[in-house]
């Protein structure tokens, strides 16, 4: 009806000589009106869920199915500014002003795009992809768009329990605590029966790696063993831990407590007496050293006294050695004197003759 409306309202404006080309010209508007209305861009009905790590595809189509290779097709985030996820333009990938996070993880099957399938597949899906998306798609003569809610599922890290110690009326503290998973688990204590204990406190942060829970609860009495569970979906991690099969005492701790102490301060005390033994001998072995020190000093002087003797020794033998040479020389000189003497002796008696 707001087309007739539309449609006279402008007839009359027109001026008489011009209605006839008036008419026509919004009867050829109307026909491609109604040709493009019959073209719609369908997306999921339900939220997509992807596992973070993994590939996920967003659905995304022409009804009734033609081509859209000739089309503008554009992916976005609409929960953000300037988020642009993946552009197809004049039957190519045009990603120069792709946001930076889903570089090299987007794709487009062009053989798809012939049967009005604009699909997008998103690679190594991270918790920072959750959220809107739009799936824009234009021709010359219509246009149209989808919303995709992509939902990220993180499995945390397994729950951490931990003893805080017992309070003034026995009661033992215990907390568990897990990282890392998205969206926010719930997490819950259990007896070793399987019913659910509640929890005294719950603490619950956020980063980029996921949500942070933390509860704690105090135990009275024996449940044998306690199971912390946190919960996401299809997803379950669990930790356990064992109590005690006796009701928990302060008085038993404190005995526990004292008796470490005491044992610390006698293990602390043979430490002392070792330490001190081994220092008493360390100066023995001290003075020790000084002895032989002085006895090796003494033998160097005693070293040095011989040695100045065995010089004056061997000065005295060398004058020794001189004296006799020149005995044996003035022996030999009156030998050769002597035997002179016989000889001329001889020579005179023989010339008497």
């Known amino acids: 009806m707001s087309h007739i409306y539309f449609t006279i309202s402008c007839l009359d404006l027109c001026p008489p000589e011009m ?6 010209l919004l009867i050829i508007c109307g026909i491609t009106d109604s040709r493009s209305e019959q073209y719609e861009v369908m997306g999921p009905a339900d939220t997509v869920f992807a596992l973070a790590g993994e590939d996920v ?9 033609i081509s859209v290779v000739d089309m503008r097709v554009e992916w976005f985030r609409s929960d953000l500014k300037n988020s642009v996820v993946h552009l197809y333009e004049d039957h190519d990938d045009r990603n120069a002003e792709q946001t930076e996070s889903y570089r090299g993880r987007t794709k487009l099957n062009h ?4 049967r009005g399938n604009a ?7 991270q918790i920072s992809d959750e959220g809107r998306y739009k799936c824009f798609i234009q021709s010359k003569s219509w246009y149209d768009d989808a919303t995709v809610d992509l939902s990220v599922e993180a499995v945390g890290r397994p729950p951490v329990i931990t003893v805080d110690g017992f309070d003034d009326t026995g009661g033992l503290h215990l907390q568990c605590e897990s990282e890392g998973w998205n969206p926010e688990p719930v997490i819950e204590w259990l007896n070793s029966e399987g019913v659910s204990l509640s929890s005294e406190t719950a603490e619950t942060s956020r980063n980029t790696d996921g949500f942070r829970v933390k509860h ?13 569970r946190v919960k996401l979906r299809h997803h379950i ?16 701790t404190s005995i526990i407590l004292i008796s470490a102490v005491v044992l610390l301060t006698v293990i602390a005390g043979m430490l002392i007496a070792a330490f001190f033994k081994k220092h008493r ?28 003797e065995c010089v004056s020794l061997q000065d005295e033998i060398d004058k020794i050695q001189q004296d006799y040479d020149e005995c044996n020389k003035r022996i030999m000189q009156e030998h ?11 020579s005179k008696k023989e010339d008497k003759k």
């Open 57 to 65: 595809i967003l659905p995304c189509s022409v009804k009734p199915s």
């Open 281 to 308: 001998k360390l100066g023995q072995l001290n003075n020790e050293n000084g002895i032989i020190k002085q006895e090796h000093e003494q033998l160097l002087k005693e070293k040095g006294k011989i040695q100045e």
């Open 216 to 228: 704690s609860i105090t135990v009275y009495h024996s449940v044998g063993k306690i199971h912390c």
């Open 237 to 252: 991690l669990e930790t356990l831990i064992i109590a005690s099969n006796k009701k928990f005492n302060p008085w038993r």
């Open 119 to 125: 699909s997008l597949k998103l690679s190594s899906v």
């Open 336 to 346: 050769d004197q002597h035997l002179q003497s016989l000889a001329n002796t001889q």
């Open 19 to 24: 209605k006839f080309i008036c008419l026509t």
């Open 111 to 114: 053989e798809e795009l012939q």
